[in-house]
């Protein structure tokens, strides 16, 4: 593998519904495939081991806040900001694209942003972080699976 192989965290664009989330520092995704250890009698090891659900995918958004913008909520990434937008709620995606060769190596599709801190130290920038929950996580290489 070559070192130009290899993504930076500085060479990806964190883009929802379309638009680049520029504040964006970090990305955390997780995927639960839901496999289970089936075990049998009297036996300490799993005989096999079962996907069985449910599957899932889980992460969250760190960033920088800036003055005037609403935060997350004012880039339409939460968009709970009012009694009516929490109410209103709709699904987002997710996308991480490699800016060097633009591809989009991971998509999380029907997001929800269940939750969100704002975190001021008095020595340090003010940052804000969202945690989702996604229904289907994809890649570069889902739409070439089993072939």
């Known amino acids: 593998m070559a070192q130009n ?54 992460g969250s958004i760190t960033g920088l806040r800036t003055r005037s913008t609403g935060g997350f909520d004012g880039l ?31 998509k999380v599709d029907r997001v929800i942003f269940n939750s969100d801190s704002l975190q001021v130290s008095a020595k340090s920038v003010v940052t804000i972080s969202a945690s989702f929950i996604g229904t289907f996580l994809t890649n570069e290489v889902s739409s070439k699976s089993g072939q």
């Open 5 to 58: 192989d290899i993504i930076s965290g500085a060479a990806v664009r964190l883009v929802v519904n379309g638009k680049i989330i520029g504040v964006g520092t970090s990305v955390s995704i997780n995927r639960d495939q839901g496999v289970k250890a089936i075990y049998g009698i009297d036996v300490v090891t799993p005989q096999e081991l079962a996907t069985t659900g449910p599957y899932s995918v889980r």
């Open 76 to 106: 339409q990434v939460i968009n709970a900001s009012t009694l009516a937008d929490y109410f209103n709620q709709k699904y987002c995606t997710l996308e991480l694209i490699d800016r060097k060769t633009n591809v989009v190596f991971a």
